[in-house]
């Protein structure tokens, strides 16, 4: 692929600008993510939104919830956007393995984000 | 206990309405009032995917909802009534004769609005609308989640 995936985090309040943050943090990784929060949006705003942040090239979404605004407009951008894949439920651990490997296809990116998400995801004993 | 809300929102389904709302109403059904979404069962698909398995979603145009408005208030179950913008409600509130409170839960700003709450916008003929409802006997309030207080009227147009 000649331009790496972008990753745009869709959430609820200051849920995305704070992972974009963080991610920089851990990483040291600029300018891959792009934060869209869907405060003070109707569903048309939220969809300008999204357009802004996607840009022209190949991107994955990062959606907080499975379901609601955030997700429903986002779906509403893929179904005209075949080069947008979505992975809900965000966290941090997806979005650091996401950074260091944009390098593939959006629907390939997303399994593999989805996949280190859900394995960051334990039940620890004290 | 029936329809224990009836509410303009123009998110129609999302986080605030069925775990704000839906939860400590312990809602089960949601009437999704939209002649839009009503022919759209792509729209019907992406709005079912926010409810969980124990909520019932019914899509109806604003002339089904009127007609079956005493079938959902007479339900045993509680749910929750959605609108997307003052026309739809105003558009219910004259064919079905039945609705008595309104809750303005969540109109964005656009071109020609203006705040008047941080989660209402409105441009003047929309409050106007509004104030003609409250006039006809609907009960008008704005809340956008249930521990919030709930917004006469007066207060916001």
């Known amino acids: 692929m000649s331009e790496p995936l972008r990753g745009v985090i869709v959430s609820h309040s200051a849920v995305a600008q704070a992972l974009v943050s963080a991610v920089a943090a851990i990483a040291g990784v600029d300018g891959a993510l792009v934060p869209v929060s869907n405060e003070g949006c ?61 390098n593939v296809s959006p629907a390939e990116a997303a399994r593999r984000a989805a996949d280190a998400g859900g394995k960051a995801i334990r039940v620890t004993a004290a | 206990m029936s329809i224990a809300l009836y509410r303009i929102d123009d998110r129609l389904i999302h986080g605030q309405v069925v775990v704000g709302w839906g939860q400590p109403l312990d809602c089960t059904f ?6 839009e979404v009503r022919g759209s069962e792509w729209e019907q698909d992406l709005y079912r995917m926010g ?27 509680v749910g929750i009534l959605l609108v997307p913008d003052i026309d739809t409600a105003v558009a219910l509130v004259k064919a ?62």
């Open chain 2, 96 to 157: 079905s004769g039945r609705v008595t409170r309104l809750n303005v839960g969540g109109i964005h700003h656009r071109a020609g609005r203006t705040e008047r709450l941080r989660f209402v916008y409105l441009t003047d003929a929309e409050a106007a609308k509004l104030r003609e409802l409250a006039a006809s006997g609907v009960e008008v309030t704005a809340q956008d989640v249930p521990t919030a207080r709930p917004v006469p009227l007066g207060e916001f147009t």
């Open chain 2, 30 to 35: 949601i009437v999704l009032v939209d002649d």
């Open chain 1, 42 to 102: 109707d569903n048309d705003a939220l969809g300008e939104r999204l357009r802004t942040a996607v840009g022209s090239g190949p991107a994955v979404l990062f959606v907080d919830l499975p379901g609601g605004s955030c997700l429903t407009n986002s779906l509403r951008y893929a179904k005209q956007h075949a080069d947008v894949a979505i992975v809900t439920g965000v966290n941090l651990a997806m979005l650091l393995d996401f950074v260091f490997h944009r």
């Open chain 2, 51 to 77: 409810v969980p398995p124990h909520i019932q979603v019914v899509f109806a145009s604003v002339e089904e909802a009127a007609q079956r408005l005493a079938e959902w208030e007479s339900d045993g179950r």
